[in-house]
């Protein structure tokens, strides 16, 4: 057998193409590149400080700035002493996998018995390096007193500063507080705060955190020694899945604070709707995962007023968020039932729509709802005309439209 061919070798580190001479040469005749193989698993680390105490924390840390160390099983900053080092920087030294532009979510518990107003507390997310936090995003997390504290993500602007009493309890102890970063590379987007609760956080869209795959925590507080615990390096997804749930993903794709609804393929009656605009953003402290916009409907000025108020909520939920054959199938457009121009939709005003599969797409995100009906006879609706109870079947009778929904 002379014949040759190709094959190709699988391995935990690379993935190759060879050639081979034949049955009785099994060993390759030529050498093709090989390349590293897509990460297959999220990357995830957790360190409790759950060992002796010791001024060196082991392989995985980077005192980069000030005296670190364990002291009954927390990590602080001075090691036996009682004052801080100013700007006191830890870095992590494992990284987040480089399969594709990726991101990271961090999260570090602060002992909150031991701080005092205007104390600051960072954690740096993105760094090129593990000894280089200046290259990467520095989240600060400032003490108010009185149990408040403020997060802010530089470059946010006011949506990426939030003042909030941090969740009681936190993890590692009773008297702990909790520091989470959500940073996304591929959409350059950041979250970040001191409660569990997602829809709280601190909020920065067109923030680039950077591409790097390091992450790390420091102070600048002089007066006391700085208590910490269980940290946590999650990476944000692989090709193949989310690895960390931080927002309401579209196919992995998370859209951003600020959506734009837009109607669309207005007809009948529902003609004086198309092109209507109306902001959705997301709805701080509402308990659930969702934006909020009001729309203006025009109406009939005999009426007194020019529009008619429409309220809209768009609401996310995780599951499935997998179903590429129909993409934002997890998100559902709810509107107000006051307004009475949802009654003669199917399900009327308390049916939550979900996306059209054929007309949406995640990325770039746009979500088709509809077609949605406004009927001639409708007198709980005033939109575009004053009814009449007789359609004048001239083509101006009752009629539908969509609604698109993207970023803004």
Not at 167 to 181: E, L, Q
Not at 310 to 338: I, S
Request: with cysteine; charged share 20%; aromatic share 14%.
């Amino acid at each position: 057998m002379t014949s040759t061919g190709i094959y190709v070798k699988l391995g935990p580190t690379y993935t190759g193409i060879q050639t081979w001479g034949s049955s009785s040469n099994p060993g390759h005749t030529g050498i093709a590149a090989a390349v590293a193989c897509c990460p297959c698993d999220c990357v995830s680390e957790y360190d409790d400080f759950y060992r002796p105490d010791s001024t060196n924390l082991g392989p995985d840390w980077y005192e980069e700035t000030g005296d670190w160390g364990v002291e009954n099983f927390e990590l602080v900053e001075q090691y036996g002493a009682d004052a801080g080092t100013a700007n006191a920087c830890c870095m992590f030294k494992i990284p987040a996998t480089s399969g594709i532009d990726n991101g990271m979510w961090v999260a570090m518990s602060i002992d909150q018995s031991n701080v005092v107003t205007d104390d600051e507390f960072y954690l740096y997310v993105c760094c090129d390096d593990w000894d280089d936090p200046s290259s990467g995003l520095k989240v600060e997390f400032k003490y108010l007193g009185g149990g408040w504290w403020r997060t802010t993500i530089p470059g946010g602007g006011a949506n990426g500063t939030k003042d909030q009493v941090a969740d009681p309890a936190g993890i590692g102890g009773p008297d702990n507080v909790r520091m989470y970063v959500c940073a996304d590379h591929m959409t350059s987007m950041v979250r970040a705060g001191m409660v569990s609760a997602g829809y709280e956080y601190a909020w920065a869209d067109d923030v680039d955190p950077g591409s790097g795959l390091y992450a790390g925590v420091g102070h600048n507080n002089t007066e006391h020694k700085n208590i910490f615990d269980d940290w946590v390096f999650t990476e944000l997804r692989i090709p193949s899945m989310v690895c960390s749930d931080c927002w309401c993903y579209c196919l992995g794709r998370p859209p951003k604070r600020s959506l734009k609804a837009t109607i669309t393929g207005a007809t009948g009656r529902a003609s004086c709707l198309g092109g209507v605009e109306w902001d959705m953003d997301w709805e701080w402290n509402s308990g659930t995962s969702r934006w909020e916009g009001t729309a203006e409907y025009p109406r009939n000025p005999s009426y007194g007023e020019y529009y008619q108020d429409v309220d809209f909520w768009l609401y996310c939920d995780g599951d499935d968020d997998d179903d590429e054959d129909h993409p934002g199938k997890n998100f559902t457009l709810y509107w107000a039932t006051g307004a009475g121009c949802c009654n003669a939709n199917a399900g009327g005003c308390l049916a939550g729509h979900i996306p059209i599969a054929a007309s949406s797409t995640c990325d770039p995100f746009s979500l088709t709802f509809g077609p949605f009906y406004l009927a001639w006879s409708d007198f709980t609706c005033y939109a575009c005309h004053n009814p009449t109870p007789m359609d004048p079947g001239d083509g101006t009778g009752s009629g539908y439209y969509y609604i698109v929904i993207t970023e803004a």
